[in-house]
């Protein structure tokens, strides 16, 4: 029998943020891209200040530890938008049909 599933007490978000990026081919200038290359992360916050951002993609509930972190420094930040957790949607009959094939 599986347990039902439990979260951690932290906001889930998508944080939007400005990365740098490299390009090894050859561009002429016109082509170069000169601005940040925005990325979005999503997970639960677990922690967020003045110095950056970090948000974990996994949850271990068993032993209530975190995987897959990421860290952002606050400069790189765009926007942290929270979001909210539903519960599971049913699963339509075409969903079902498809599963099934």
């Known amino acids: 029998m599986t347990k039902k599933p439990t979260h951690p007490n932290k906001v889930f978000s998508c944080v939007i943020w400005g990365d740098a990026h490299s390009r090894s081919e050859q561009q002429k200038?016109?082509?170069?891209?000169?601005?940040?290359?925005?990325i979005q992360t999503y997970g639960w916050v677990i922690r967020s200040d003045e110095v950056g951002v970090t948000v974990a993609g996994e949850w271990l509930p068993d032993d209530k530890t975190w995987r897959d972190?990421?860290?952002?420094?606050?400069?790189?930040?765009?926007?942290?938008?929270?979001?909210?957790?539903?519960?599971?949607?049913?699963?339509?009959?075409?969903?079902?049909?498809?599963?099934?094939?």
């Open 29 to 38: 200038d016109t082509d170069i891209k000169h601005e940040v290359e925005p």
């Open 69 to 101: 972190t990421t860290f952002v420094p606050r400069a790189m930040v765009m926007i942290e938008i929270p979001l909210r957790l539903t519960g599971a949607r049913k699963v339509t009959r075409t969903e079902q049909k498809e599963i099934a094939t």
